[in-house]
């Protein structure tokens, strides 16, 4: 009989309690054993949570205090020479000093770089490995925990990010190719796949979803030679696992590779099976990916049983498409959902009691049978309901032009024209957006939404919060000034909540990285903007200085990357419906006299397809969404974007056809690597490479920061140079961002009088 299974599952907490547990230990709150504490509990809680939902055979080790591939490099001892003193003084404040930098007086640790998990919005820690990298295993996490889900008595597969992929996600310091130093790594694999089989493992999990990527003949090597000299340790047996998409000419690789079992997303790539079953050797166990790992709605059960039907004998487990890591926990606590959208949804647990279901089907329980088709039917009413679809909204994304998608003159002139309104001096400085969310804050946001606080007091908390921020901005001399968002929960939400055609929930949190969680807007419908959402603020705001305080706003495409998107209709076409929304709000503002709208876009690399085939179609569609947004204004207007944490060497030309007056980017954890890709292209539009890393706690200096700033100059013209940090200030707390835009501003005003007394 099939069994039922999963890949990994969130480790937050239903109601965040990782992320609790962090902060406390992080602000020395609690010891490092409460913390210690509250991840077994979390661990044993969901380990019970998925077993009692239908789950056969439950993964151990997916589980990490905050990021699983940090806990692979660690793992295997790939720890930077920098931070190996601070590991052999302290493992567990070593291992936060690699994720967060430390600056305590006695050392200055910068963070690993950190860059987007594929085409999620999960960011992880790129392991950062040195010429002659030694491996070795460190500690007994994969052990360890096996042994705590053997206790409870349950049939539990440890999870290792397999080696080719691990490689291939990091950095050579001395930039040299990663791939070089799996000979060197793969005895440490062999040495902990043994220890595993010696404590009763009977499967291994080894992720390998770079398979799902364009693969050259030196990564098709590299998975040949590894999984080779894998095959002659005496180990569980191996479950190859990837995800994200399909093997494509992947496929036959993947097949021949000597593994036990092949894990494959049916969601996200279907057809694969059929060619797929061809190649896979008789013996091969088959672990089917047929629900969404990644969104929240109830399944096309129909469809996967099909799938399930179609692999016959040769399937052995019916599995989420991925990791349960990127959708919340369990939908029963969503208690003040409307009914329909309710019922329409799935997260982690009943994703797997959907599984459940399908093997119960397979089986030929009768029950199992008639619920099936009460999913099809409520599935069917879904699709069909009137809430899904607005007919103006319709009418309008049908009256778009390409000329509505173009800015009227060329940057040249709207970059004379803009100078002319907004006289900044050379290298100009601004931030990113947010100030400091403070606990009072906080405090005030949820006793005014818990009816504690009334409209009048809030109006008049957030009124004297965005005054204080001006004023602080102005103190410390930094050019455009932005409001501070004090009215604003998250970037995306905030907006989603004035849109027609989402819906929030109160308990859908998912991990971004680290503690830092957010709680995606569920886009279920047709987007339209009923009234507008920012200009009170910016207007407010923009009345108390002289100098020009940006709009903000979030962009389409980000919006939609980072909602649980509708499944019934094409991503872009919901992709235009939210930039004409935005459209309208951008004008808006211009009307209001705002010279500066900030447009953030920092999932545009996020949402490219992850074969290069397939993307010129997604690039031309969210590009368009951008300009669409963007487009509607005057020259003199000036249009900025920010980006961080993703690699734009490969879409800069892309990146340049957004046509942006200013883009802001994320280069300080990579030391300005990402202006490599400006150096062969020249970029012809202004630009401010982040000087200031602000998820981390440490204070960059102004020496550091006018290094970043000589390293832009070797690349960009001093024209083009903004000065700012890398994202925005709502994570940090007060004293740390004043240390650090002051020393921002003292470097930009050093490299001007540099460059002004050269000139």
């Known amino acids: 009989m099939i069994s039922v299974t999963h890949l990994g599952f969130p480790r937050i907490g239903a109601r965040r309690e990782l992320k609790l547990a962090l902060e406390s230990f992080w602000k020395g709150d609690t010891p490092a054993q409460s913390l210690h504490a509250t991840a077994a509990s979390l661990r044993e809680r969901h380990w ?10 439950v993964p151990c080790n997916d589980f990490s205090l905050y990021d699983h591939v940090l806990d692979n490099a660690v793992l295997f001892d790939a720890i930077p020479a920098s931070h190996r003193a601070a590991f052999e003084e302290d493992p567990l404040g070593g291992y936060f000093a690699l994720a967060r930098g430390v600056q305590d007086g006695r050392r200055d640790l910068r963070a690993l770089e950190m860059t987007k998990w594929f085409d999620t919005n999960y960011h992880y820690l790129v392991p950062q490995f040195e010429p002659g990298q030694r491996f070795a295993l460190r500690g007994d996490k994969p052990l360890a925990e096996l042994a705590q889900a053997q206790a409870l008595g349950l049939d539990a597969r440890p999870v290792l990010l397999g080696p080719v992929s691990f490689l291939k996600l990091g950095k050579r310091n001395d930039g040299g190719d990663p791939r070089e ?13 043994a220890k595993l089989k010696a404590a009763g493992a009977q499967w291994v999990q080894l992720d390998e979803p770079t398979l799902t990527l364009d693969l050259d003949d030196a990564d098709r090597a590299a998975f040949r030679r590894a999984y080779a000299a894998l095959a002659e340790v005496d180990a569980p047996r191996r479950l190859l696992t990837t995800y994200f998409g399909a093997l494509g000419d992947n496929a036959t690789l993947a097949a021949q590779l000597p593994v036990e079992g092949l894990h494959v997303d049916l969601v996200r790539a279907p057809q694969q099976l059929e060619s797929l079953l061809p190649l896979l050797p008789e013996q091969r166990a088959l672990s089917l990916g047929v629900v969404d790992g990644r969104n929240i709605w109830r399944a096309d059960l129909d469809a996967a049983l099909s799938l399930a039907r179609r692999a016959g004998d040769r399937a052995t487990w019916l599995a989420p498409s991925c990791s349960l890591l990127h959708v919340p926990t369990d939908i029963e606590l969503e208690r003040k959902l409307p009914t329909p959208l309710r019922h ?26 008639r619920d099936l088709a009460a999913a099809a039917s409520a599935r069917a009413a879904r699709l069909a309901s009137p809430l899904l679809r607005n007919a103006q909204v319709r009418k309008r994304l049908a009256a778009v032009e390409p000329a509505m998608a173009r800015r009227v003159s060329p940057y040249a002139k709207r970059a004379q024209l803009q100078q002319e309104r907004l006289n900044l001096p050379l290298f100009p400085t601004t931030t990113i957006g947010s100030f400091p969310q403070t606990a009072q804050v906080r405090r005030a946001r949820a006793e005014h939404k818990a009816g504690k606080l009334d409209d009048a007091a809030y109006q008049a908390f957030l009124e004297n919060e965005t005054t204080q921020c001006l004023r602080e901005q102005e ?92 499944d019934d209709q094409p991503r872009a076409d919901s992709c235009r419906q939210i930039a004409l929304a935005l ?128 390293k832009a100059l070797e690349v960009l013209d001093p024209a083009q140079l903004w000065v700012n940090p890398d994202c925005g200030l709502k994570t940090r707390g007060w004293p740390e961002v004043r240390s650090a835009l002051q020393a921002m501003v003292r470097a930009a005003q050093g490299l001007r009088e540099s460059v002004l007394a050269t000139a």
């Open 48 to 57: 019970r949570l998925a077993h009692d939902a239908g789950a056969d055979v």
């Open 181 to 193: 130093l799996l000979d060197a790594l793969l005895p440490a694999y062999a040495e902990l796949l």
């Open 344 to 369: 329409w949804m799935a997260y982690a647990r009943q994703k797997i009691e959907e599984l459940h279901l399908l093997a119960g089907v397979l089986g030929g329980d009768a029950q199992a049978a």
């Open 475 to 566: 103190t410390l001399g930094i050019d455009v000034l932005v409001h501070g968002e004090f009215e604003r929960n998250d970037m995306v939400e905030y907006f989603g909540e004035q849109l027609d055609g989402f819906a929030f929930t109160a308990h859908g949190w998912v991990q971004s990285y680290g503690s830092r969680c957010v709680k995606p807007p569920v886009l279920f419908g047709d987007v339209a903007r009923p009234r507008a959402m920012t200009v009170e603020w910016t207007r407010y705001a923009q009345s108390l200085t002289a100098r020009p305080v940006k709009g903000m706003l979030t962009g389409p495409v980000t919006i939609l990357q980072w909602s649980f998107v509708r």
């Open 583 to 710: 459209r309208e709000e951008v004008l808006d503002l211009e009307a209001a006299g705002i010279a500066v709208i900030q447009i953030d876009e920092p999932a545009l690399r996020e949402g490219l397809p992850l074969r290069r085939a397939d993307w010129p179609a997604y690039l031309a569609w969210a590009g368009e969404s951008f300009r669409l947004a963007a487009s509607g204004v005057g020259d003199a207007t000036q249009i900025h974007t920010h980006m961080c944490y993703a690699e734009f060497n490969d879409i800069i030309e892309a990146v340049a056809a957004l046509d942006a007056d200013v883009i802001s980017i994320e280069t300080s954890r990579s030391r300005m690597e990402l202006l490599d890709a400006f150096a062969r292209y020249r970029y012809p539009n202004g630009i401010g490479p982040g000087v200031y890393d602000i998820h981390s706690p440490r204070v960059p200096s102004e020496t550091e920061m006018r290094e970043l700033l000589d």
